[in-house]
């Protein structure tokens, strides 16, 4: 457990302006000093569980393509075609196996001009590449834009869009320490995805996943957690680079072997033990008993973001408990569920509050219970990575040397 | 679907639209057998899997109906559009099951800026109802309601059933 | 709803959407009886009160519709989806009522900018209709609709019955 | 519409609505007569005169749902939501007509950024069946449908039946 | 009546450039200089009856909660949390005196961390105040922001979001003087609400408020106004701060005991009697006959408004008299009336002329006709304020040192 | 056949920078430099065959009516009002011939004051002009603003916002010299009109419309054309200020008189020839068999534009004929055509690559085949004046000195 001296704006109690979840400007920065410098937890491996499945997406605007090689290997390249930088893969899933109407099967075949690609990113056919080129441009010289891609953490696909990116192992350092057990023991498998577009700045939802006090807003979280032994025994742990992990690690021992009514767990985790990691600039994994959530996030303005939802479970699940997870999950953290929506309601209001033009105010940050889970030691250290990495005071962005409100 | 008993399903989904929109769930709940179970369902083709989003039994329904106003919540009115495309009888006329369209438009109240949004209508969600009924003496219970949604992106989501 | 007046009344709710949308106002007055009242209403959760946005008896309408071509107006094309939800035979036969959900869609012609706007359809309104109808020799006539509007954001508004 | 050949016709524009939204073209024209006729038309207020924008007869249909994988093309769901307005029988009853209110709506998978814009649903079209059907033995078949638009932007547009 | 020296742009032809509705920059500079400046009339009193009773809005984007105290006095503050900056109160109206899920009966509760504020904006309540602040904060220091309140002329609420703003009296001056009969003899009722969001600039709503030239456009004013004697005796008056005033106070004691068909009026208002005080920057109160019509304005940028009108009738409105004063003022000012569409439709179409980045062109102010009715005087004293404020010419808004077209 | 010396970026392989796509500060200065300096194809005189006809439009923001006079002369002004600058005439089409609510038959009037125009752009009646304007304004003085406007070229109406726009005839030169026949022989009849909104830039749709590279996205043009012979025998001819041609001259005079069972064509045209005429900086003339089809376009940002599609035929057509040119248009070319929704997808995968926002990347305009159908030629012609206009390298268009990548 690491030392609280983090602080900004007011050593006693700290807070941001609101302008950095509001300024364009910012925004813009943001996308260009963070979201392509780091490296960003993407799809689940079982997303593209065969040789040539694919999954489309995009990081920080940029079009990206995860695809399984025929060599088994995943890797990752700008879905951008080379030749009129059309998108080359438009689906948001599928096999490379299937040919396309443009195109040959076992390739990516750009539809404008048929420029077709292997699964490794090589160009292998641009049509009347002789008669329209002649000697100035051979195929052999063409090739997608690799990005720097590793198969981690659980079976996530992290990428990166700099190519001098720092190896992940450095980036991530040991924040994923406390969650190894559950998360490499045995492969894993999807079962749940939805996205939420709001109205809302992107650290924002961070926030709200990397602080417990919330739980306020949750009857079931009251009721279920709050109210429960042990609770406050939570602790923030930080990491280097901006993440932190929260969980109910001094829990476990006691309530591993317990049976009853909800036996399904993840290896190494209790029958209702809760785990978290939040990683810089927007991912978390949250393990609460029966399932896996990860959160990803693609912001789309300072006012908007795109959140991802994942459910995982065991690959060797049965059906029984495959669907024992599924009602787990969704019961609290699905479209339909409990906790989902009121979390997206409160980042929605602040959204409100915080919206572009509105006038600049203070966001407390300091709530310090020694690193506890009501501590807001998760958001603070956030924001000293994020000051960092954008060379901007969180409590004073645009430098005028005074406070908001 | 032109007889009686066809009628009478009919009948019983429309009502079980108004009902829904009206909030009258325990009302909605009425109609349905004691055995009821439902489910809303999408497929993503993003994993490439079914996925079912909510799926309770009559208990399960009515705890999450009694909690709904210990949650916060967007209080936005749901207006369920329906139209029945097909009704089959089977067992002899003793169970029937039913395939309906419907279109469900927010009318939004507290979930955004109030002061701007509250009164503008925005489309929630398309989808099929996939029903099953039992009938006794000609009167139809629901016995099995899925709803598949087309749509998938539902942003913040909801409390209600669809 | 399966017996003959019930199917009669809601070919008759049918036959009026076709001829609202088809801008055949008068013709759509001629189904309904002497009598028949219309009114929009809708409930304001700003003011906590229902409102009456719109009423008129036969007269009034009348007027309303001749005096269309006078008034500067929006022509876009209003196109009125509808579901009847509910008919109830009443008085013995002699009166009906019915709901009907609606979906009230208008496809630009001159409302704001003609050349990016016009053939772009938008969402306008979703309610429902209440209405009640007088049979004679099993022919229906209405006798006074009320539109219920969940959708409270109109905009510029419009000068056509809906 | 309250007799059997009425429900029956009710009945197959919905089947049909059902196959076509689960691109089961080859089932839809099933239930086409085999001297079928099938158009797109909507009216332009721009030129002043109505636009036939697609016409097929069956062997027609049959070519372009053959070829549509040979097609790049916009795979995003279409959902139809069909209201059936008015039947008539005619010729004896060897003959029947029917109009409908339709509303299109596209649930996007590929057709423009599908990492943001898969399983969002918007409105595509809205319009107007015009059907004809013959019935022998009680059994309709399509003889011919006229989808008569009012949305005319269409964007990108389709390469799928409506 | 006060004598028109008013002019911009050209002595004998006013204009103003179309700039000052398109620009972005003049409008944030408008949402600062006026919107953030002035008193603007909010809701009206009828709408919080009850002690408890709240209404929410926006002000210039700013979230504002108008609540009736516990102690029967309204009341403004900014409706956003000083913990983490949620928007409070989420719907548009309702009481305190029902308990939300996440707090208690009488309060505001936050729903995000639960911090509860009462009726007069004191916080009640810090969750775990002292395990999470120690010393450092206490609830006793956190208070909603208070915002200047007055209930005045005819019973609306007046904000301002400048705590130094000049007294409500000295902003309106005698603005209200030819209207204080029909407004303050007796309490007023709300029976009409309803909202557009328009594709043009505010002030082209206020200009169209502003000027009976337009009448040409109604078909219903052209027969039952225009053409009627003494349409042409009703004068402008003009007041401090960019308000003015126009009034059929000659027919008045013609008029006033005739008995008719829509005998239903205000307190010493006329039978048919028709008057209206326009308020800088965007506040209209109108009174045709039987119904008072008051609109609001919320800029929401250079092209888009969202504009929302209020029908007003007396208290003691039998049952029978509200349906006749909700009848006459929906005939002509509904969303299905007559007269509004019409005049949403002209200003719609000007918003399509002079949307943000047209060609600047210039908008005549030039008619003067003794400041009777079809004077252009009530726009050219409301630019003159704005030019004082804004500190830029209508017709020169750039600095250009020449005119448009 | 002119020899191609064109090329940036990189001699041996052009390219051009993408944010001459997505920036929005390029953008508006094409606006300004080019569309406002330009003439453009607006309307088919066949849609207002009758004296009083109209058609209104937009051209780079600015409303503008064409109108057939009563003088049977087709004339182009601003639709915009001298007055208060409302949109004068809000349909898209229609006949002056008739009433409008506010004014009188054979007038435009502005429905806001009611102002009167003569089909000739005169202003015919300012209401109460004596009495509010006295000796300072007179209707004599009011005309809408005339537009430079010529019907050519096959029936088109060409527009320019600018006076001082060079002759028409000069701005065309010679590129509809091998088009003449089919479009000046005898009168040509409009009888498809539809119109798509596409998030993309729209200098893409015209480079897809001056290259026929994309064959390889058409089934349909590749089964029955790329496999034809004499496919590769169309080249493409570059002309003055940045139009171009393609076309299948040498076929014509093999396939002419062919008999069979698509018998229709225009004069002087081969029953299956194709000819293509692309017009700076945004129309294409395409007559593919029985019909033409006329491409117009309105940029509405950087990564939105709306384009108009044209079907035309010959005024004499018989109904058989016309029901013909109907159905061979539409089967490729209408919303639900083969061809046009491959081409539209196109340049939506290259705007969703290309958005505001995503990094410069190169795009490749280097195929050299001696100015045959597969050439890059026409695309790159484009780019030499687009640079002349805008002063800026498509390559480096921030003038950083280097290029994307
Ligand atoms: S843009 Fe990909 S092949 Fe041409
Ligand atoms: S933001 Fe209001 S209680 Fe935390
Ligand atoms: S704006 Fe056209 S008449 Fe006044
Ligand atoms: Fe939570
Ligand atoms: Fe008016
Ligand atoms: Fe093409």
Chains 1, 5, 6 share one sequence.
């Not at chain 1, 040959?104 to 160009?123: K, V």
């Not at chain 1, 065991?314 to 409990?338: M, Q, S, V, Y």
């Amino acid at each position: 457990m690491t030392a609280d001296l983090t602080s900004y704006g007011n050593e006693a109690l700290p807070f941001v302006d609101s302008r950095i979840y509001s300024e364009s400007s910012i925004f813009e920065e943001e996308l260009q000093k963070i979201w392509k410098k780091v490296w960003l937890a993407t799809v689940h491996e079982s997303e593209l569980a065969q040789p040539l499945d694919y999954r489309t997406l995009t990081l920080a605007r940029e079009p990206v393509i995860i695809v399984r090689g025929s060599d088994n290997q995943i890797r990752a390249f700008l879905n951008v075609c080379p030749h009129r930088g059309n998108l080359i893969v438009r689906k948001p899933a599928g096999s490379l196996g299937v040919a396309e109407p443009s195109g040959n099967a076992n390739h990516m075949t750009c539809m404008f001009h048929a420029w077709q690609y292997d699964s490794l990113g090589r160009c292998v056919d641009i049509p009347r590449q002789k008669q329209g080129y002649q000697d100035r441009l051979d195929k052999s010289q063409v090739r997608l834009t690799a990005l720097p891609c590793e198969v981690a953490h659980g079976g996530f696909v992290w990428v990166s869009l700099d190519p001098a990116v720092m190896p992940l192992a450095d980036f991530i350092g040991d924040a994923f320490g406390f969650m190894r057990e559950e998360l490499e023991s045995e492969p894993l498998d999807i079962f749940h995805y939805h996205k939420a577009f709001i109205r809302s700045n992107y650290k924002l939802w961070h926030d709200t996943n990397s602080e417990f006090y919330h739980d306020y807003m949750h009857y079931f979280n009251r009721a279920t957690s709050m109210m429960q032994k042990g609770y406050f025994d939570r602790h923030y742990t930080t990491f280097a680079n901006g993440h932190c992990t929260v969980g109910s690690m001094e829990v476990k021992y006691d309530a591993y072997q317990g049976a009853g009514d909800r036996p399904l767990s993840f290896p190494g985790m209790p029958r209702n033990g809760w785990k978290m990691v939040d990683l810089f600039p927007g991912t978390t994994y949250n393990i609460r008993g029966s399932s896996l959530r990860v959160d990803t996030m693609t912001p789309i303005g300072p006012d908007l973001v795109m959140i991802e939802f994942r459910g995982i479970g065991l690959k060797r699940d049965t059906e029984e408990e495959r669907a024992r997870r599924i009602a787990d999950h969704n019961t609290i953290w699905g479209p339909f569920g409990r906790n989902l929506h009121e979390d997206l309601l409160g980042i929605t209001g602040q959204g409100v509050s915080m919206r572009p033009g509105t006038a600049p105010r203070r966001v407390l940050h300091g709530r310090r219970e020694n690193l506890s889970i009501h501590d807001e030691i998760g958001m603070r250290h956030y924001y000293s990575e994020w000051a960092r990495r954008v060379g901007r005071s969180p409590a004073d962005p645009l430098g005028e040397g005074m406070a908001a409100e | 679907m032109s007889g009686a008993p066809e009628a009478a399903v009919r009948d019983l989904i429309y009502r079980a639209a108004l009902l829904l929109d009206a909030e009258r769930f325990k009302d909605w709940l009425a109609l349905c057998a004691e055995d009821f179970t439902y489910r809303i369902q999408t497929y993503s083709p993003e994993i490439r899997k079914q996925m079912t989003w909510l799926q309770h039994d009559m208990p399960g329904l009515r705890t999450m109906i009694e909690m709904l106003p210990r949650h916060n919540t967007d209080h936005g009115q749901l207006s369920r559009h329906v139209s029945v495309y097909a009704i089959a009888l089977e067992d002899g006329g003793k169970e029937a099951s039913a395939t309906s369209s419907f279109i469900c438009h927010r009318t939004m109240l507290d979930g955004i800026n109030a002061h701007l949004d509250a009164g503008e209508t925005q489309l929630f969600l398309v989808g099929k109802y996939h029903d099953r009924f039992r009938l006794a003496d000609g009167r139809p219970l629901f016995r099995d309601r899925t709803v598949f949604l087309d749509t998938r992106r539902l942003d913040k989501g909801s409390h209600y059933p669809i």
